[in-house]
């Protein structure tokens, strides 16, 4: 029996292919703000561009550290993204400096396509899983190297990080996972106070703002933001570039011939199939009225850019992948408002610098089994296997 779109509960289920888009379509078709359920409690669900645009640059009916304070921050740890106002702004600017450091320049200059060539290198003679052997490495390896993680614990450091993304799923082992990155970061983390060095950690150190520092738990909490909000989502982005530009063999090839169009094949990626889909925020703590519908105090309101980015009342054709569309200001995929994500621009040069490389290492790279490496979640959303033969 078919599952009602209003009774679907969009706290991590699978939802593959175009099951996800066909739910938030219909719901969208009736009403840009409707009823849902989260975690198995009455939720509210925006779906229109619209609506989702003013409601992330509306922070006072939709305080986004809420839900951050129970979805993320009892493993990740207190950062900027479960404060507000003054205290946001002040711990932003400690942290964002980090995404402009000279560890971040240095890896766009040649580190990123380094990495890339690496993994390329150790893949099996004429097949593999690209999201084993590729795409679920890249982004957390990128990452370690801008923190200075030693080369040689890179892949346990890897899996803790995977790990401690599972909560609330298994809050038990995500802790673990968490504690594990902790014992082994903050003993660099001293050595970076005695001798800074041109890396991450060094400069979440050496930041300072109105004369406040980040203490090491600061640091800590930081360094696992950086796993969760940017190699968690970069992954599923490189992972739904792939599974589009595979599935419609010409465009891989075409890409191959007309290096021009990388950059909007990109761009038109973040709008079609964005990795994170659904955003949960939690409404004011008294009941607020929103594109005249009333919402009570304190409930899972659920941002879908999946949904946004979709809107036919916005784009043409929108269900269709077009290389050519010019999205401009449009796409929703980072939030617009205040809470845009810092970590953009490094997330679109680390998926150029991916599909430069595949391009020019498997220009014959295709795709074995569509319906297995269709993306899937609801919320971070991308495909679980990429079997693929060069």
């Not at 703000?33 to 939709?62: D, W, Y």
């Not at 390329?120 to 999201?131: E, H, N, V, Y």
């Not at 995929?333 to 621009?345: A, D, E, K, T, W």
Request: net charge negative.
């Amino acid at each position: 029996m078919s599952i009602a779109a209003e009774d679907r509960d969009f706290s991590f289920a699978r939802m593959p292919g175009d099951e996800l888009h066909n739910c938030l379509a219909l719901l969208r078709e009736r009403n840009p703000v409707s009823r849902c359920l989260f975690a198995g409690q009455p939720a509210m669900i925006l779906t229109g561009h619209a609506v989702v645009a003013e409601a992330f640059r509306n922070n006072k009916l939709f305080p986004p550290a809420n839900a951050n304070r129970i979805l993320i921050e009892p493993v990740q740890g207190l950062t900027f993204q479960t404060m507000e106002d003054r205290e946001h702004r002040l711990y932003r600017r400690l942290a964002t400096p980090a995404f402009r450091s000279k560890a971040v320049e240095k890896m766009e200059v040649d580190g990123l396509a380094r990495i890339a060539h690496e993994l390329i290198d150790q893949f099996a003679p004429g097949s593999c899983d690209m999201t084993g052997s590729f795409s679920h490495r890249y982004a957390f390896l990128v990452i370690s190297r801008m923190l200075g993680i030693p080369l040689d614990h890179e892949e346990e450091f890897r899996q803790w990080a995977k790990g401690f993304l599972s909560f609330p799923d298994d809050p038990e082992y995500a802790r673990r996972c968490a504690d594990k990155i902790t014992e082994y970061v903050t003993p660099i983390l001293a050595l970076r106070r005695l001798e800074p060095r041109d890396d991450i950690i060094s400069g979440l150190i050496l930041a300072d703002a109105d004369g406040v520092r980040l203490t090491d738990e600061d640091i800590l909490a930081n360094v696992r933001l950086l796993f969760a909000a940017g190699a968690s989502t970069t992954t599923d982005a490189i992972g739904n570039l792939l599974y589009v530009l595979l599935s419609h063999s010409h465009l891989w090839e075409l890409l191959g011939e007309r290096p021009e169009l990388r950059a909007n094949a990109i761009e038109e990626l973040l709008r079609w199939e964005t990795p994170v889909a659904v955003l949960p925020r939690i409404s004011a703590p008294e009941p607020i009225e929103f594109a005249g519908v009333q919402i009570p105090a304190n409930t899972f309101c659920l941002f879908a850019m999946a949904s946004a980015n979709r809107d036919p009342v916005v784009f043409n054709d929108p269900d269709q992948f077009d290389i050519y569309r010019e999205t401009g200001t449009k796409l929703l995929s980072f939030g617009p408002g205040p809470r845009l994500c810092p970590g953009m621009h490094l997330a679109r040069r680390q998926l150029s610098v991916v599909l430069d490389v595949l391009l020019e290492r498997l220009p014959q790279l295709k795709l074995e089994d569509e319906p297995v490496a269709r993306p899937c979640g609801t919320m971070l959303r991308g495909p679980e296997a990429l079997p693929v033969t060069y």
